[in-house]
């Protein structure tokens, strides 16, 4: 079966406080960087997902999204697919 | 000053070890997923840059990947940059 890589991006909804974003943004101001603004943090997940063909390969991801790696309540997720060349057995 | 949009991969290099990942990549195959593996996870960042230049912002980025975003010992960095239409003022 065809092995794909996937990236995927889960980033906190624009609506949602970003803690983490703002305490990075203050340490980039302190360090003189101050023309680094609007900073926000998420999460980059990769993984290989073996399956039949690339649409089967999404519809495994996009589960796997919403039951595990993105709050869906506050996060969006995005995700990319390869197909790589499958490791010999 | 133009204002760039950065978004910038913090990532752990391949020879360390990667914890959250392995527990999500445990999460998943009890979740049946047993088709993901070699589970990574890294941070994702976006900010805004206000530069002279391109390459003015990508010296501000590589400062900021180098002292605060990213150690430099176990991790790597990447960004794209892309300019945004200044907000008026």
Same mark, same amino acid.
């Given at each position: 079966?065809?092995?794909?890589?996937?990236r995927?991006?889960?980033?906190?909804?624009?609506?949602i406080?970003?803690? /983490?974003?703002?305490?990075? /943004?203050?340490?980039l101001?302190? *360090?003189?960087?101050?023309?680094?603004?609007?900073?926000?943090?998420g !999460?980059?997940?990769?993984?290989?997902?073996?399956? /039949?063909?690339?649409?089967?390969?999404?519809?495994?991801?996009?589960?796997?999204?919403? !039951?595990? *790696?993105?709050?869906?309540?506050?996060?969006?997720?995005?995700?990319? *697919? /390869?197909?790589?060349?499958?490791?010999?057995?």
């Amino acid at each position: 079966m065809p092995v794909y890589n996937a990236r995927i991006i889960v980033t906190l909804r624009s609506s949602i406080l970003d803690p /983490e974003g703002t305490a990075i /943004e203050h340490a980039l101001h302190e *360090l003189t960087y101050t023309s680094c603004t609007n900073v926000r943090v998420g !999460k980059y997940i990769t993984m290989n997902v073996e399956a /039949e063909s690339e649409e089967n390969a999404r519809e495994i991801l996009d589960q796997a999204c919403r !039951k595990l *790696l993105a709050n869906q309540v506050m996060e969006d997720y995005s995700y990319t *697919l /390869e197909e790589t060349e499958r490791e010999p057995a």
